[in-house]
């Protein structure tokens, strides 16, 4: 039952949205309905799969694996789907991203809102099929298959400058993923492989040389890190972010991102150890970049979704940080890399929901126009300030764990050199600064003439849904990080044992404790 449920998560959005996008003449109460369904059933699934899984289960770690007649046999391309230690906690972030943002849009109000929800159905579907593909080649075409809809949608209904801004993340995004596509198809080849299935890959890879797995692994890593928007590849991010509507911001900051690391991980450093090492160094000044550099942008900011933005890109530096310390053979940095990643889904697609919710009630994002929402909103603005507070990393949230492991591996890696970990850490001094002065300029002070002339009504009930949705799955992590500690640590238990000695040490995640 449970190997459906993986597959169903997965096709139940696509065919609701085929449905919406083919029937224009679906009544609109029928339509909501349908979409409702479709955004909560990936939920539902995804949690009851990570509940149910079992690294033991299993010699290579996937449970749930199911082969669908899919695909171009004579390349060994086929549509194998399961969850790994680090899929499955994803897959289930996917999945509480995914409703959150539906829950965002069908209490929004959009011209042709049959096509708005069946495009972002048909998104959801290839986010929730990228992390459960356990064919590189589907991994790849499912990038493509939830980019197409973002594209569409910012270019429909998109904020002011939507045109340039969607054909400038159209060139970025579609250079990245021919980089990242080459470097798999460059693996496939040089290995000699006869299935693009990681687990064949990763088997065919142990007799490459450290050459051909540095040529490989840079591929890999400027593609994939171009989707990410790792430093300096990271400009059409933060405008994109500020201009598409706000679900397909959610589901591209909070999840499509998380396509690139989630590659580098399970294709690069599980079957490229010796180019992940290679290319190391390279990782931690290119990260740096985005904790200190686009830190400091971010600060600059004065406008709310912009500054959101920013500190979306700012953020994803911390995860290449761990997956460099884990080249040295810290499994901590891996471990802290993926609780980022689950983190940072969720507490960045809270912002966006919350900044929206400002945004209609003050009808700005410029800062310097607002003052004293609080006193109007005190909902929202409580829930402002604990969305602010787990994307700082406080204790209480699931981000606290990501950044403490990370940080605990980097100074392993780093100790010859501590102003490198100083540099690192002013991430969090920087990320506090500009967090808790944007809370401030928007909800507190005297109020100015913009709030004092907007209606007297806070946040809505489907807006409270949304935000409660995400912020009880960050403090049930920030409470419990074994949930997605354990998990991760079984992966890479795995790993370990076909791994080089000298990648892997017997370490498990800091922050395995309930």
Not at 96 to 107: D, M, N
Not at 279 to 298: K, R
Request: aromatic share 12%.
């Amino acid at each position: 039952m449970n190997s459906l449920l993986l597959p169903l998560a997965i096709f139940v959005p696509l065919i609701a949205g085929t449905i919406l996008l083919a029937g224009r003449c679906v009544p609109t109460a029928l339509a909501k309905g349908l979409a409702a369904f479709a955004f909560l059933f990936p939920a539902v699934s995804g949690i009851l799969l990570w509940y149910g899984f079992d690294a033991s289960a299993t010699a290579d770690g996937f449970n749930y694996v199911t082969t669908l007649p899919v695909g171009i046999k004579d390349l060994g391309i086929a549509l194998t789907l399961g969850l790994n230690g680090l899929s499955a906690p994803l897959f289930a972030m996917a999945g509480i991203v995914g409703v959150a943002a539906g829950i965002q849009a069908l209490s929004t109000e959009v011209e042709q809102p049959n096509r708005y929800l069946g495009l972002l159905l048909f998104m959801l579907s290839g986010l929730l099929g990228l992390f459960a593909s356990m064919d590189a080649a589907f991994f790849y075409f499912f990038h493509e298959f939830a980019f197409l809809p973002t594209f569409i949608l910012m270019l429909r209904w998109g904020g002011h400058g939507r045109y340039a801004t969607a054909v400038f993340m159209a060139v970025f995004l579609t250079l990245g993923a021919m980089i990242s596509l080459a470097g798999i198809i460059y693996l496939y080849n040089t290995t000699g492989a006869t299935s693009f299935n990681i687990l064949k890959l990763k088997e065919a890879a142990a007799t490459l040389d450290a050459t051909s797995q540095s040529s490989i692994f840079g591929f890999l890593l400027f593609g994939l890190g171009t989707l990410v928007s790792l430093f300096p590849f990271h400009s059409w991010a933060p405008e994109g972010y500020a201009v598409a509507p706000t679900p397909v911001s959610m589901l591209h900051a909070g999840v499509l991102k998380k396509f690139g690391l989630f590659g580098l991980i399970q294709i690069g450093a599980f079957i490229l150890p010796e180019g992940l090492k290679a290319w190391a160094p390279w990782m931690l000044w290119l990260g740096l970049g985005n904790i200190v550099l686009l830190g400091l942008v971010t600060m600059v900011q004065r406008d709310l979704k912009l500054l959101v933005s920013w500190s979306s890109v700012a953020h994803m530096g911390a995860c290449f940080l761990g997956i460099a310390a884990f080249a040295s053979g810290k499994v901590t940095g891996l471990g802290g890399v993926a609780v980022m990643m689950f983190a940072h889904g969720l507490s960045v697609a809270l912002l966006f929901v919350l900044t929206q919710a400002v945004f209609k009630r003050t009808g700005t994002f410029v800062m310097a126009d607002m003052g004293g929402l609080a006193t109007k909103a005190p909902v929202l603005a409580a829930l402002f300030v604990a969305a602010t507070m787990a994307s700082v990393g406080l204790p209480g949230f699931a981000n606290f764990w990501g950044e403490l492991t990370i940080f605990a591996s980097l100074a392993h890696l780093v100790k010859s050199q501590p102003w490198v970990l100083v540099a690192a850490l002013t991430g969090i001094i920087i990320s506090a600064i500009y967090g808790l002065r944007a809370a401030a300029a928007v909800f507190f002070g005297p109020e100015s003439e913009t709030v004092k002339a907007a209606p007297a009504r806070d946040i809505a009930f489907g807006e409270r849904l949304a935000a409660g949705v995400l912020l009880v799955a960050l403090v049930a992590v920030g409470f419990v990080p074994s949930l997605v500690t354990k998990p991760v640590d079984a992966a890479l238990e795995k790993f370990k044992t076909a791994a080089p000695a000298a990648i892997v040490e017997p370490a498990v995640t800091a922050a395995n404790a309930e």
